[in-house]
């Protein structure tokens, strides 16, 4: 067996960076653009073709999210020749570290910790403001990744960028997914909704490397180019039903109610000229996840790319799937999604910690009366970064418990605080390995080790 001789945590590590390499966005965005003649076409994360445009020195290039630069680097191999302008909205982690540059790309640094600021707000301004000079002729291409939303912020008149900020942190505390997130920031915003889009006198062509369960382009960053089928109504009945719209700052909660009284202009709900692709997905890396397992010699399948849910419930979800193995040997089980952690205490952590501490607390139990039986499971978001820490995530086995214990900690204590970096920071298990420079949500790798008859 190739994976044999190897430490299941080692093989875990090494399926979660098979699953991130597989979507590095300037590989991505080079099998995604292809150009003949005077024509690009662009297909899609299958191969298939989604569309073409022609190209002809007036090709004008804007891009935001975690997988920015790179997607761009990528679009320059391409169609470098063609691009008359480029703009990039980068996480602010990231400056100092880019080794492309060109004297028609600008670049922009700001959203730490994946929070909207001032920086990331002037981005959205010079991008806007380059977007409605656009002529009729021109091509206007968009390349979307993970953290969109927060690096393209431009609030609407009568919100400030605190504001905003406030207003995704208590939507998050309060549990929020992403979707519902991205619902109610669209409306607070001047280009999310399909308001960027709308504001171009040209065509309007997005690549997209989605961070959102699905792959639903109205939802991912807040669909800056894609027309937008939710309203004001369904913002002020998301805070409502998460119990966040009095935690709300006065100006968002002002500014929902007036659109709701139709005071607002409601987002776009149709554009011409605006085509979109799908490049790569969660989906892409479990793919790659399962090769790697198999190139390994190792059973390897795959769950789902729809975990979603509270942190705790798919733990449990995840811990349930090691009975469906029935084979005896070693089986690798992969799986991916977005879950989300209602916050309470005053802990450091992200949802991939919190998830791996639960499952670690159920291995924990399982192996009182499993102990013919060895699990390691590994919890990390493919951006590299789980919460507002340095580790991307945790890797525990049912071991994992008996060392806390024996250093007098108590992980139901952590769970309570939501202090799952600090639980991993004393006791080991954290995944580090720097920000990856792309975002498909979060992966799971369950290492599941049984004798042979």
């Not at 945590?9 to 005077?38: M, W, Y």
């Not at 519902?180 to 999310?192: A, E, G, M, P, T």
Request: charged share 15%; net charge negative; proline share 5%.
């Amino acid at each position: 067996m190739a994976g044999a001789g190897e430490e299941p945590l080692d093989i875990c590590r090494r399926l979660f960076q098979a699953g991130v390499e597989a979507v590095q966005p300037i590989p991505l965005l080079q099998r995604a653009l292809k150009t003949h003649e005077n024509k690009c076409s662009v297909l899609n994360s299958d191969g298939t073709e989604s569309f073409s445009f022609d190209i002809n020195h007036n090709i004008h290039v804007v891009a935001f999210g975690k997988a920015a630069l790179g997607m761009m680097e990528g679009a320059f191999a391409v169609l470098n020749e063609h691009i008359v302008e480029a703009f990039a909205s980068c996480p602010q982690d990231l400056q100092g570290t880019a080794h492309f540059t060109s004297p028609c790309l600008h670049v922009f640094y700001g959203a730490a910790h994946n929070l909207p600021d001032e920086h990331a707000a002037e981005a959205a301004a010079t991008i806007l403001a380059a977007v409605k000079a656009l002529a009729p002729t021109d091509v206007l291409l968009v390349l979307v990744s993970g953290g969109g939303s927060a690096l393209l912020p431009l609030p609407a008149d009568g919100i400030t960028i605190a504001d905003k900020a406030a207003a995704s942190r208590a939507l998050a505390s309060h549990g929020a997914s992403i979707q519902q997130l991205n619902i109610v920031r669209k409306h607070l915003s001047k280009v999310k909704g399909g308001r960027l889009a709308a504001a171009s006198p040209c065509p309007v062509f997005t690549l997209v490397l989605s961070d959102v369960l699905g792959d639903p382009v109205d939802i991912i960053a807040s669909g800056p180019t894609v027309a937008d089928s939710s309203t004001f109504a369904d913002c002020i009945s998301i805070c409502n039903g998460l119990n966040a719209w009095s935690s709300l700052p006065e100006s968002v909660r002002a500014h929902l109610e007036r659109g709701v009284r139709g005071e607002v202009p409601e987002t776009p709900k149709s554009i011409k000229g605006a085509q979109l692709a799908i490049v790569g997905s969660n989906t892409v890396a479990l793919q790659a996840m399962v090769a790697c397992g198999t190139a390994l010699g190792i059973s390897t399948h795959m769950l789902s790319a729809h975990v979603c849910g509270p942190a705790s419930e798919a733990a449990s979800w995840l811990v349930q799937q090691i009975d469906t193995v029935t084979a005896k040997g070693d089986t690798l089980l992969v799986a991916g999604g977005e879950t989300v952690v209602q916050v309470s205490g005053h802990g450091r952590g992200g949802r991939c910690q919190h998830m791996a501490l639960v499952i670690a607390t159920l291995l924990a139990k399982r192996a009182l009366s499993s102990s013919h039986e060895h699990v390691t499971v590994l919890c990390a978001g493919s951006d590299g970064q789980d919460g507002p820490t340095s580790a991307a995530g945790a890797v525990v086995d049912a071991t994992t418990v008996a060392k806390a214990a024996v250093m007098g900690l108590d992980p139901e204590t952590f769970l309570r605080e939501c202090d799952s970096n600090t639980f991993f920071s004393r006791v080991g298990g954290l995944v580090q390995p720097g920000l990856t420079g792309t975002n498909v949500m979060d992966l799971f790798v369950l290492f599941i080790r049984r004798p042979p008859l």
